[in-house]
């Protein structure tokens, strides 16, 4: 085989394996060996070559993992609002709908943001939203879980609370897995008035 032919086949098979395979060299005499240097050079500088390549295009995939991820943690926080303007119900939020817009979603999307921003990665992909808020007085909004377990990552409740001489009050909270759910994070409050508000969803 000429010399030539040699080195095209070489770096073909260099470029075809991605480096992985590189074809054994058999030199008869002097001058070849000085071209199967050369031409091992070449395979090297190639081989260097695909190396990088593959190296940026991990770096890619890393990249788009992490966007994947932040898609997910958006598609989810969609959902959750969603969730949230059901749990009103069309005659509660027609009175509080522009506090509840302005106030408690912002900061109910922050929370939901941070707590799986915080999950590990590999996690994430497997949580989801509760699809049903607690109809009539029942608290529950959303609750966050792991789809594997079905256990609780974060539960965002509200509560109607009747103050002595104010009225009635809706305060937005969350409670996390990591202390048993005990402890209670506010989001915001709204005030309703001082008649009794509607049951949720109605």
Same mark, same amino acid.
């Given at each position: 085989?000429?010399? %030539?032919?040699?080195? =095209?086949?070489?770096?073909?098979?260099?470029?075809?394996?991605?480096?992985?395979?590189?074809?054994? +060299?058999?030199? $008869? &005499?002097?001058?070849?060996?000085?071209?199967?240097?050369?031409?091992?050079?070449?395979?090297?500088?190639?081989?260097?070559? /695909?190396?990088?390549?593959?190296?940026?295009? =991990?770096?890619? !995939?890393?990249?788009?993992?992490?966007?994947?991820?932040?898609?997910? /943690?958006?598609?989810? $926080?969609?959902?959750?609002?969603?969730? #949230?303007?059901?749990?009103?119900?069309?005659?509660?939020?027609?009175?509080?709908? &522009?506090? +509840?817009?302005?106030?408690?979603? @912002? #900061?109910?999307?922050?929370? !939901?943001?941070?707590?799986?921003?915080?999950?590990? &990665?590999?996690?994430?992909?497997?949580?989801?939203?509760?699809?049903?808020?607690?109809?009539? /007085? *029942?608290?529950? =909004? +959303?609750?966050?879980?792991?789809?594997?377990?079905?256990?609780?990552?974060?539960?965002?409740?509200?509560?109607?609370?009747?103050? @002595?001489?104010? *009225?009635? %009050?809706?305060?937005?909270?969350?409670?996390?897995?990591?202390?048993?759910?005990?402890?209670?994070?506010? /989001? *915001?409050?709204?005030?309703?008035?001082?008649?009794?508000? @509607?049951? %949720?969803?109605?």
């Amino acid at each position: 085989m000429k010399l %030539w032919m040699r080195k =095209i086949a070489v770096t073909l098979i260099a470029i075809v394996t991605l480096g992985m395979y590189v074809p054994p +060299f058999h030199v $008869t &005499d002097e001058a070849d060996n000085k071209d199967a240097y050369a031409s091992k050079s070449n395979v090297d500088e190639t081989v260097s070559a /695909i190396s990088t390549v593959e190296i940026e295009e =991990i770096k890619h !995939l890393d990249e788009s993992h992490h966007f994947v991820k932040d898609d997910y /943690i958006q598609d989810l $926080t969609e959902k959750a609002k969603e969730q #949230a303007v059901t749990k009103l119900g069309p005659k509660i939020a027609e009175q509080v709908e &522009d506090e +509840f817009a302005a106030n408690i979603l @912002p #900061a109910m999307e922050s929370v !939901l943001t941070t707590v799986l921003e915080q999950a590990a &990665d590999d996690d994430v992909p497997f949580y989801a939203i509760t699809e049903q808020p607690a109809p009539g /007085i *029942g608290e529950r =909004i +959303f609750h966050v879980y792991d789809e594997r377990n079905q256990k609780d990552i974060a539960r965002f409740h509200v509560r109607r609370d009747n103050r @002595p001489l104010e *009225g009635y %009050w809706f305060n937005f909270h969350y409670h996390l897995s990591h202390d048993n759910f005990e402890q209670h994070h506010e /989001i *915001g409050e709204i005030y309703w008035d001082k008649n009794m508000p @509607p049951k %949720w969803m109605a």
